[in-house]
Structure formats: structure tokens, C-alpha cells
């Protein structure tokens, strides 16, 4: 980070803390704030007060810096396995979150019509009365289950409890169907349990690290970006498939511009050349697989030629390459990605990367898939939830998407308009989740809550989702509060706390307290009780015989390792119908589907148009930091990537050839045009694509500083292709043709 953006950051520090609540007294109830704050040397005896990140959703460990009841910076926390002693910028950059001058500073009622923005303040009781209201109301009419909540981010907890208590299983975030879903399935198909998060890959020490479903780099997933830094130091070699040079590319040994939506076939190809020249693990497979035969029957066929004309990789590439990850097994890594939904046949490319992961031996190997155990932390003791609820509102009688292993946030939305589901949702709570740019189309999300009797958001920041809400209710952020204890399965197991580092700002209130309010007025108290959160992780953390003013002061607690890989002692288990690796899976054929995964090429689009991807940038989580005066210092608006050569020939712009920098309007194939977006021409992407970063041209009236900076790819998504599988939104199917502006032309 510069010097300016440091002195810039203070500044913006000081000039929020005016703002600043004045003691509630609330702080020191929770974790003890004073006896986990520790002077630090190197900051003039600064407070530093472990807590964990919440600008995205790994999760690291940070040390608050705190003076004067400000805090002045943010750090990596040394002790926590996700950190090491370092962030990525958007952690480093919480302060801007932290007074963001557009924070929602008091509940909000609706006084105009819905996404109309217009409301009035009132007062915590007049808004918590009028959520319970409505909550009751809806019960009576039409049954607990008519309530669905969408919630993401770790403080999503309570309102999840909350969900239960009141009697509905309606409870979706678009981190599955819009994310990480159809990886989740094609490796449980495969090896009997998914990745979760955060992904317990070994990239430090592989040998091979093929990205062909992500980005590491832009997608700045902290731990795996210093694991993929020291794998490269110690002589790694990368593989990327990418459409666009990426910034992993420009660390690569290959670099394979695929043409998008064809990643299938280089799969099928790849694991052509490693069976035929017989480069597989072969003990391995003999000991844990089945389905070998077949899927050797099954690529015969599939070799670099095939392959070629529908990637555009020539077939000397894939032979190459092919050999070269099967040279490093079984420390090679085909990294699975996270936003896996692309194309709508996500969850069959998903089963092909686990099959290659098989035939390279590197499922529960070292420099491969590690094993994770998480630490045993007890339950709260909670009565049971009393109300059996019926079935989840987008899996009737489980025949659409079978296979779908949570509910989909996209089907709690299709639920909300048509009949043909069991019954219709006719509430929502949105609890950190921003459905107007995270659902695929957003006219159809903004039709769903049009027909809604009742909607509540619970936000930090007035984004576009508020604007629909009856009621907007300001939580506080992850500085301000204690949320529940974290522990999950990791290749190093540990518990670490969420305490407050300063008291909450403004009239915003921690999400326990809220959803334990909205509790006590519609007679669930009994599910509540605990004082605070505080109360409630400290049972749970003694429960599991931790000591509490250990962890509040480290922030993190390590648990006893176990190992984590064969060459550790593990002995491998599947929890797959056969107890196997299934290369052939005969529930997916049971079910109607291909058990090996089968390549049809993508749709193409209109002549003239490009194919729309988009993706991340490093200092940004999608349009949750737009607003973010810190972090858009180094980045302040996106730009679409076009490709140099096509760029010269543009209709349109004959008059004045498109450069870098030149602002223009994208259409969509079905005439949505973009925001202004400015244009980056480069060698850097293949000609039949474009690639923009995604959470820009937003729209909020509240978002002072981000509205109407560079342009929305949610906007532009009037189409997906849904995965038969797990229900999927593959959302990279929309093409768009380039628009100079007017006034440039002149
Ligand atoms: N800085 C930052 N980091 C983040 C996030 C963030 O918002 N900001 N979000 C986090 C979250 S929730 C997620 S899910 C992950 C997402 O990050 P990733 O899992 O890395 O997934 P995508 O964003 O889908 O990957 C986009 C990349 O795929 C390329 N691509 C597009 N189409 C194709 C294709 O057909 N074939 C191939 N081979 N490549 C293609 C794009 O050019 C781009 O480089 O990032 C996480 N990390
Ligand atoms: N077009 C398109 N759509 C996508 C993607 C894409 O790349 N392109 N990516 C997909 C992926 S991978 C994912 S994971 C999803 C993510 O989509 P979402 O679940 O919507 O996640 P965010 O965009 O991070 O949600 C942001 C909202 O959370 C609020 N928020 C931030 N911190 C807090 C907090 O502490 N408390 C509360 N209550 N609110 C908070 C923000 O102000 C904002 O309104 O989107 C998916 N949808
Ligand atoms: S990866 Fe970055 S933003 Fe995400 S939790 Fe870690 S430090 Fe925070
Ligand atoms: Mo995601």
C-alpha cells in the first residue's frame, strides 16, 4: 500500500469517528474487550484486538488496531492459519467499510413505492415492531414456510436460527446455486464429500498447479494466493486455461486461451492422453476406484484432434500439457475453482476435474487434496425447533435438480413467482446478500419481490436490495460486533472469535441483538436464551473445554492435528454409494444422466457479438467495496476487456477507432444496454469474448460514491442455462455487441 493511500486511509478514519456512537456500554459486556486488547510495540501502544474479516468470506484472521476508541489499521493476525500475519487489500481496507460516511445509521421504513428508495427513520422499536407484524401476519395466512430468508456472511447465523424457530427451511445464499454449488456436487459424486470453504487444497506444496476454473490472483483468496506465491518460489509451474490472460497466466509455463464454455472437451482430452499413454496413478486407482474401464471405453475417442476445433487449443498443446500435469502427480493440483456456474452443464465439467484429480492420484495426497477435520465444538443446547416444516420451497417432492445438496437462492425466487411449486413465498429477509446484482437477472428478482406481502433487509450499507424493502434494518459491522465462534473443517483445525473492536456507530446494532429483538416479539424467546453473544460463544467454547480468555486474546486456538493425507497416515474412505472413487457414477445414470461426463458444445451468440465473462479484481468483493473510499483509491471503476485486433474492425466505430479508455455502452441480445463503461483493448483476451469485473454500475441513490461507476454485468444477464443437476444458474451465456457514446464520436 502507498504512502498516500495510507495517510488518505487515516484520514478517512478520523473524519468517521466524529460520527462515532458515545458509549452503550454494550462492548465491555461481550468478550471483555479490555483484557484481550494488547498494547503493540510498533504502533505507540495502539490496542490490538483480534477478530476475523468479513470483506469476504474466507475469513482470515485480523488484528484491530485501535486508539482512542478509533480504529487506525487493520492486520493479518500471525496466529490464525488463514492469514499468517498478512491480508489481502480489501481486509486491510475494513476501515473503509468501517466509516463508510453511507452507512445506514437507522432503521428505515418505506414510504414510497418498492425500489423506489423512499423512507423514513424510525426508531428501533417502531421497525422491530412493524418486522414482527409482519412475520405473524404472514404465519396466519400462509404458514411458517411462506417466510424465505437469503443470507450471506457469517453473521447470517442468528437470522438462520431465527428462520428455524419460526418454523420455515426456506434458506438460501447465492454462494451455492450462483457459486460454488455444481463443484460441491461433482466432487461428492466423485469422492463421497465436497470442498467446502475454505477449499482445504495443499498448493504449497504442489508441483503443478492448473488453473481451469479460477483466477487466484484477482480472486484474492488470501491463503491460497501466499500457498500459490511459495509454491512458485520453490520451482511450481502453473497451467491456466483462461479465455484472458489473467494474471496467473503471466506466471504460467502454458497459457491456454481456451474458447470459453469448451473447457469439457480439453478435459476429456487431457484425460485421453493421461490414459492412453497410461500416465495415472495406477496402484491408486486399483486400491480406491471403480469405473475405470468405462471411462477408458469412454474418452478413447476424445483425443487432442477432437478436441481441437472446439478449443481451439492445437493438439500438440493439450498432448503437452497433459503430460506435463501427469509428470508432477500426485502433487498436482487441477484447482476446482469456486464460481463454478457458468454454462449450465457446470456440475459434469466439476466431475471432470474430480475424475482427473483421480487418475493423478492427488485426492487426500500432499501437494493435492488435503483431508480436513474441523475442532468439536458442541451445539448451543437449543430446545429443538417445534414445527416440522414442509418441503423446501424449490425442491417439490425432490424432482427438480435432484441432486442439489442446499436450497438455491435462484429457486426460492422462481418459488416466489410461479404456482407450480408447493406453495409461494410471500416474505423475505435478506441478510447481507445483494439479490439485485447476485441473482441471475435482475428484472425477474425485482418482479419476484414486487409480489411479496412483506420484505426486510438487514445491511450495512443502503445497496440496491434495501431500495425493495418495507423495512431496512442497520446492522453494525464485523468491527462492532461478536458473532458465533468459528471452526471449520481445515487441513489445520482451530476455533477463532468475532469480537468487537470498537462499539457500534451510529443507531446500527449487531445481528444477534436484532434477530434475538424480532424473536421476543413473536414469542420465541425460548430460542434465545442467551443474554448476548458473548454468552452464547462462551457456552459453546467452555462446552468444548477451550479457555475463552485465551482465545479472545489470540483471536484464534489451534486444534490438535490430525493427519490430513496418506503420506501422513491417512487411510482413505469414500462415503460414495460404493465406497469407492466413482470414475462411473451409477447415480447419476440412475437419475437419467451421463455417469461419465459428456462434451456438447456451448451455444454460440449472434453474429457480431461477444461472449460477456466477467470475474474479480483484487481490490474488490464483488459490489459489496464499490462504495469503499479506501479501495477505490486503487480502483474506482471497471472496464470491459476487448480484444486489440477485433477492436480495430468494430462496426460502429469506424469513425474513431476504439482505445483504451473510451467510454462505451454494451447491448445485450436482448437490447439491455450497460451503464458507460470505459474500454481496455488488449492483446490480453481472446476476440470472440469480452470480460468485465463484476459489482460495478450500481444504482443505489445510497451509494453516493460507487453509483453509476462503470458498468453492471448482472444488468446485462438476461439469460442463463440452469445445470439439470444441482439447479445451477450457468450465467456466461449473454453476449453483447460494443456502442460508442454520442459525444465521443464528435
Ligand atoms: N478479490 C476478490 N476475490 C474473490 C472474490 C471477490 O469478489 N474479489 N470473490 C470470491 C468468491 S465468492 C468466489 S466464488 C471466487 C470466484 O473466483 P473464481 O473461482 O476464480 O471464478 P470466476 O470468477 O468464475 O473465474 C473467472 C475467470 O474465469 C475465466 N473464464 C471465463 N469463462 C471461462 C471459460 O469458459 N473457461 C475458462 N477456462 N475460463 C473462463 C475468466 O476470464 C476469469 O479469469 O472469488 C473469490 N475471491
Ligand atoms: N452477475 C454475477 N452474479 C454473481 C456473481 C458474478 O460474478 N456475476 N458472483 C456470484 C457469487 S460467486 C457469489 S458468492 C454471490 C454473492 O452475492 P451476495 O450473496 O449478494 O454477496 P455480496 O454481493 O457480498 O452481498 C453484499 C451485501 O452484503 C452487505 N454486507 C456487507 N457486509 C455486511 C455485514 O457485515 N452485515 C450485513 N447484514 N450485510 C453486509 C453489503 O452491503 C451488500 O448489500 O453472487 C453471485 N452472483
Ligand atoms: S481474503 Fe481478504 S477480504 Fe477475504 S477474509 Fe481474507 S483478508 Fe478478508
Ligand atoms: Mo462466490
Redesign the pocket.
Known amino acids: 500500500m502507498s504512502d498516500i493511500s495510507r495517510r488518505s486511509f487515516i484520514k478517512i478514519g478520523t473524519a468517521g469517528a466524529g460520527a462515532a456512537a458515545v458509549g452503550s456500554g454494550l462492548l465491555s459486556q461481550w468478550w471483555g474487550l479490555d483484557s484481550s486488547a494488547m498494547p503493540d510495540p510498533q504502533t505507540d501502544g495502539d490496542q490490538v484486538i483480534p477478530t476475523f474479516c468479513e470483506l ?3 475469513k482470515c484472521g485480523v488484528l484491530a488496531h485501535v486508539r482512542d476508541g478509533r480504529v487506525t489499521k487493520i492486520t493479518g493476525n500471525p496466529e490464525h492459519p488463514l492469514s499468517r500475519g498478512r491480508l ?1 487489500p ?1 481486509g486491510t481496507g475494513g476501515i473503509g467499510l468501517l466509516y463508510d460516511p453511507d452507512r445506514l445509521k437507522k432503521p428505515l421504513v418505506r414510504t414510497g413505492k418498492r425500489g423506489a428508495e423512499q423512507f423514513t427513520e424510525v426508531s428501533w422499536d417502531a421497525a422491530l415492531d412493524r418486522v414482527a407484524e409482519g412475520m405473524l401476519r404472514l404465519r396466519e395466512r400462509h404458514g411458517p414456510e411462506a417466510l424465505a430468508l437469503f443470507s450471506h456472511g457469517y453473521g447470517g447465523s442468528w437470522f438462520k436460527h431465527l428462520l428455524k424457530a419460526y418454523g420455515s427451511a426456506n434458506i438460501a445464499a447465492p ?1 451455492y446455486a450462483q ?2 454449488g455444481p463443484r460441491e456436487v461433482g466432487f461428492e459424486l466423485t469422492f463421497g464429500q465436497g470442498l467446502g470453504s475454505p477449499e482445504p487444497l495443499d498448493i504449497e506444496n504442489t508441483r503443478c498447479l492448473t ?6 490472483g ?4 488470501n491463503t491460497q494466493v501466499q500457498d500459490m506465491a511459495r509454491a512458485i518460489s520453490r520451482g511450481a509451474q502453473l497451467v491456466v ?4 490472460f ?1 494474471t496467473a497466466a503471466g506466471k504460467a509455463k502454458y497459457w491456454l486461451p ?6 469439457l472437451a480439453l478435459l476429456l482430452a487431457w484425460m485421453h492422453v493421461i490414459i492412453s499413454e497410461k500416465l495415472y496413478d495406477a496402484d491408486y486407482l486399483q486400491q480406491h476406484a471403480i469405473g475405470f474401464d468405462q471411462l477408458k471405453a469412454h474418452v478413447a475417442d476424445k483425443t487432442p484432434d477432437w478436441a481441437y476445433p472446439h478449443t481451439g487449443i492445437r493438439p500438440e498443446l493439450i498432448a503437452e500439457t497433459a503430460r506435463f500435469i501427469a509428470g508432477a502427480k500426485p502433487a498436482s493440483i487441477i484447482h476446482p ?4 456456474t ?2 449450465g452443464d457446470d456440475t459434469q465439467r466439476q466431475r471432470a476435474v474430480a475424475i482427473l484429480a483421480a487418475l493423478l492420484g492427488s485426492w487426500g495426497r500432499r501437494g493435492g487434496f488435503l483431508l480436513p477435520s474441523g475442532m468439536d465444538l458442541p451445539a448451543f443446547p437449543y430446545t429443538s425447533y417445534h414445527h416440522k416444516p414442509k418441503t423446501i420451497a424449490d425442491k417439490p417432492k425432490q424432482t427438480l435438480y435432484p441432486l442439489a445438496g442446499e436450497t438455491l437462492a435462484s429457486g426460492l425466487c422462481d418459488a416466489t413467482m410461479k404456482g407450480d411449486f408447493p406453495y409461494n413465498l410471500k416474505g423475505w429477509i435478506v441478510y447481507g446478500s445483494n439479490l439485485i446484482q447476485a441473482l441471475p437477472d435482475p428484472r425477474q428478482t425485482q418482479k419476484a419481490i414486487e409480489g411479496l406481502e412483506f420484505m426486510v433487509a438487514v445491511d450495512v450499507l443502503p445497496s440496491e436490495i434495501c431500495g425493495w424493502a418495507d423495512v431496512v434494518l442497520p446492522e453494525c459491522t464485523y468491527l462492532e460486533r461478536c458473532d458465533d465462534v468459528h471452526a471449520p473443517s481445515y487441513k489445520e483445525p482451530y476455533v477463532a472469535v468475532r469480537q468487537p473492536v470498537i462499539e457500534p456507530m451510529y443507531d446500527a446494532k449487531p445481528g444477534w441483538w436484532i434477530a434475538r429483538e424480532i424473536a421476543h416479539r413473536i414469542g420465541l424467546e425460548d430460542y434465545f436464551p442467551w443474554k448476548d453473544s458473548f454468552e452464547y460463544a462462551k457456552h459453546r467454547v467452555k462446552q468444548a473445554g477451550y479457555s475463552c480468555a485465551e482465545l479472545q486474546k489470540k483471536g484464534v486456538l489451534r486444534g490438535k492435528q490430525v493427519p490430513v493425507c496418506q503420506e501422513e497416515g491417512l487411510a482413505l474412505s469414500f462415503d460414495t454409494p460404493s465406497g469407492k472413487i466413482e470414475l462411473h457414477s451409477e447415480a447419476l445414470k440412475n437419475l437419467g444422466f451421463h455417469p461419465i461426463p459428456e462434451y456438447s458444445p456451448p451455444e454460440e451468440g449472434p453474429p457480431g457479438m461477444f461472449r460477456l ?10 459490489g459489496r467495496t464499490s462504495n469503499n473510499r479506501f479501495l477505490s483509491q486503487v480502483f474506482d471503476e471497471n472496464e470491459v476487456w476487448i480484444n486489440s485486433r477485433v477492436a480495430r474492425g468494430l462496426p460502429g466505430f469506424e469513425e474513431r477507432p476504439l482505445k483504451t479508455g473510451d467510454k462505451v455502452v454494451l447491448v445485450n441480445q436482448d437490447g439491455v444496454k450497460s451503464n458507460p463503461v470505459r474500454a481496455r483493448v488488449t492483446e490480453r ?1 481472446r476476440g470472440d ?1 469480452v ?1 468485465m469485473v ?2 460495478w454500475g450500481h444504482t443505489a441513490k445510497g451509494l453516493r460514491y460507487a453509483r453509476g461507476r462503470g458498468a453492471s454485468d448482472s444488468e446485462l444477464i438476461t439469460r442463463y442455462k440452469v445445470d439439470p443437476i444441482m439447479g445451477g444458474t450457468g450465467m ?1 451465456v449473454n453476449f453483447v455487441r460494443l456502442e460508442p457514446l454520442p459525444e465521443q464520436l464528435s
Open positions: 469476504c468470506f474466507w489481502c480489501r454462494s457459486c460454488r488453473l481451469i476454473g479460477g483466477h487466484l484477482e480472486n484474492m483468496h486455461v483462461d479465455p484472458r489473467s481456451i474458447k470459453p464454455g469448451t473447457d475453482g469456486r464460481r463454478t457458468w454454462y465473462l466477467f470475474g474479480r479484481a483484487p481490490m474488490h468483493t464483488f483476451i469474448c470480460y463484476h459489482g456466461n
